[in-house]
Every structure is written in C-alpha cells, then in structure tokens.
C-alpha cells in the first residue's frame, strides 16, 4: 500500500480541492443525489488518484472524505468505499487519455442534450459555448451501466482526446489539467447546454455564429484562465 503521502502537504491540498468542487457543483445544482464522481490522479506518474467517497452528498464532502485509490481500483487510503462504476470510468480515463482531472456528471440541461439525435452541445451557438469549439466529442452509443474495465475503456476511447465528452443517453464528462480550470468548465458547459436547450425549446430558428468568429473566442476565453482562478477562489470563500 503506498499512502505514506495521502497527508503530505501537496496532496491534502488536491484533496482540499476536490471537495471544493464536489460542493461547488452540489451548490450549482449539477449534482444527482450520492451518484456520479470526481477524481484527480497525483502528479508523480503513479497512476494512483484521489476520488470522492461512496454513498456522500458531494454537499457535505470535506478533504478528509476523499479516497485515494490505484489504477486497479484498490483504495490505498481514506476511511470511506468506492463506488465500482466510478473505478471503471475514472481509471480507464486517466490511463488513457492522459487527462489529470476527471469530472463525471449528469447534470441536467447537458444530459438532456444527450438525450437527443445531435447529442451534444453546439458550440457555434452561445458565447458560453464558443470556448468549447473543437474540444468536445460524442459517445453515441448507450451500453448500460459502466460496470467492467471494458466500458470504461470503451468509454475513453470514444472520447478521441476530446476534453469534453457527451455520453448518449447518459450524462458528460469533462477533464482538464487543474482542478479550478476543469470545474470552471464544467460549471460553463451547463450554462451553455441550458441556453441551448431554451432557445431549442423556442421552435424558432437557431442562430449560429460564424465557426471562424468562434474558434477566435475560443482561443481568446482558454489563452487567459485568471477568471477561472478568480472564479474557484470565490467558491472557496463562500463554500
């Protein structure tokens, strides 16, 4: 077992984030009941990475709630179980997409996307959208519940090295090297689902910007992240 390090202080500090942004989203309404998971892989190539518990209300999790598990699923450290499906996506993510951060939700107006034939967002249309330009892919096959290492891997490579990944039928992950960035991401990918899914729910016609326009407000919203900083370090004062 090698969780000597589990309260170093580089690691108590990914743990202190993780449960800031576990009760981020319980606070912003992405998350569902004690379902659903985060997770971060320790910076030192180990394949180990840290993941909330089961059976907790991302509302209540606090740093010394979150498990640190090894790319096998084996819980090397943290007093609480894990949740099997969330092993077999999660691992199978970090391993290989190489994304640091995993966040895994079925937040509503972004699994509703899921839930039609396109599947996912169009990132031509809100400005919100534009800084997912070229950064999200579709898994449009539902295959059940993720519940071996095939689906999961299954899942990871469906996702094409993609940041962003609508799950048909099912809910959406998101990844990213920093865990302030990737949640500043998730909580903007469902601000720009539900504009889509109002202005959808309109009938009228969509109007869609032009994709050159939108790759320039990509690079422009992901070349400076200081609002993505600004925006966790206020969570952390309120939360």
Request: proline residues 3%; aromatic residues 6%; hydrophobic residues 45%.
């Amino acid at each position: 077992m090698h969780s000597n390090d589990f309260n170093s202080p580089a690691v108590t500090t990914l743990r202190e984030d993780l449960a800031l942004a576990l009760r981020a989203a319980a606070h912003h309404g992405l998350a569902e009941g004690v379902c659903n998971h985060f997770s971060v892989e320790l910076p030192d190539a180990s394949g180990r990475f840290l993941l909330n518990p089961r059976g907790l209300l991302w509302s209540e999790v606090q740093a010394d709630d979150v498990v640190m598990v090894d790319a096998h699923g084996e819980r090397l450290a943290g007093r609480h179980a894990v949740e099997p499906t969330a092993m077999f996506i999660h691992a199978a993510i970090h391993r290989l997409c190489g994304q640091a951060v995993v966040l895994h939700t079925h937040m509503p107006y972004a699994t509703a996307l899921t839930l039609t034939e396109d599947g996912m967002l169009d990132s031509c249309l809100s400005q919100n959208a534009m800084r997912f330009h070229g950064r999200v892919a579709l898994d449009p096959r539902y295959n059940g519940l993720a519940l071996d290492n095939a689906e999961g891997e299954r899942i990871a490579r469906a996702m094409q090295g993609a940041d962003v990944a609508f799950l048909a039928n099912h809910g959406v992950v998101v990844c990213g090297a920093r865990i302030d960035h990737t949640y500043d991401d998730l909580y903007y990918l469902e601000r720009a689902c539900m504009a889509q899914v109002l202005a959808q729910s309109t009938g009228r016609p969509l109007r869609r910007a032009d994709p050159d326009l939108v790759a320039r407000v990509c690079e422009q919203t992901l070349g400076e992240r200081l609002q993505s900083e600004l925006f966790f370090a206020a969570l952390r004062r309120q939360l």
